[in-house]
T-cell receptor
Framework: GAGVSQSPSNKVTEKGKDVELRCDPISGHTALYWYRQRLGQGLEFLIY????????KSGLPSDRFSAERTGESVSTLTIQRTQQEDSAVYLCASRKAGLAGLDTQYFGPGTRLTVL | GDSVTQMEGPVTLSEEAFLTINCTYT??????LFWYVQYPGEGLQLLLKATKADDKGSNKGFEATYRKETTSFHLEKGSVQVSDSAVYFC??????????FGKGTKLSVIP
């Protein structure tokens, strides 16, 4: 079946502009994660959605970052007033609910964001 | 806090060579340990995992053993192929829904 998809695959923007990144999780996956991967670094957790529960936003680096998800569907990550240090690959992952799905996250191919 | 340290790459090997990618961790409690792999142009995917001490995870000829005494989870493969060229990430989950990842190690296998 279809995996996690993300769009756009690449985004180049000018400093100060807003960007919106999209993630389509695997159908039926109730949990969704956003990560950031800067060049030469590991994955940084940004935000976690689980069903209709309040999201865990503890990884968002500043108030310029926000994310939404309606139900168990598409999620969007918005970065306002982009800065050059926001340049990174943004990864989305989804997984099934419950203990059985806890250890296996399914990742999308990522969106490469370049802020000039 | 929790952290994962893995050997820095890139690693370049000839086909059929033996592979080891070192990974050590710091975590509270008894974490689950993972290796994820990212092939060129694809998303990360789970390669193998181990959930308790002395467990061995294995998949596609790769193995890693959960060593609590050395807090390590080194990835090994006896004979690599060109198709194994990818970036490998060590990760842990310590009692929550979050994974903590290492920086990744790029492996290139040449014919």
């Amino acid at each position: 079946g279809a995996g996690v998809s993300q769009s756009p695959s690449n985004k180049v923007t000018e400093k100060g502009k807003d960007v919106e990144l999209r993630c389509d999780p695997i159908s039926g996956h109730t949990a969704l994660y956003w990560y950031r991967q800067r060049l030469g670094q590991g994955l940084e957790f940004l935000i976690y959605f689980q069903g209709n529960s309040a999201p865990d936003k503890s990884g968002l680096p500043s108030d310029r970052f926000s994310a939404e998800r309606t139900g168990e569907s598409v999620s969007t990550l918005t970065i306002q007033r982009t800065q050059q240090e926001d340049s990174a690959v943004y990864l989305c992952a989804s997984r099934k609910a419950g203990l059985a799905g806890l250890d296996t996250q399914y990742f999308g191919p990522g969106t490469r964001l370049t802020v000039l | 806090g929790d952290s994962v340290t893995q050997m820095e790459g890139p690693v370049t090997l000839s086909e059929e060579a033996f592979l080891t990618i070192n990974c050590t961790y710091t975590a509270t409690g008894y974490p689950s340990l993972f290796w994820y792999v990212q092939y060129p142009g694809e998303g990360l995917q789970l390669l193998l995992k181990a959930t308790k001490a002395d467990d061995k995870g294995s998949n596609k000829g790769f193995e890693a053993t959960y060593r609590k005494e050395t807090t390590s989870f080194h990835l090994e493969k006896g004979s690599v192929q060109v198709s194994d060229s990818a970036v490998y990430f060590c990760a842990l989950r310590a009692g929550s829904y979050q994974l903590t990842f290492g920086k990744g190690t790029k492996l290139s296998v040449i014919p």
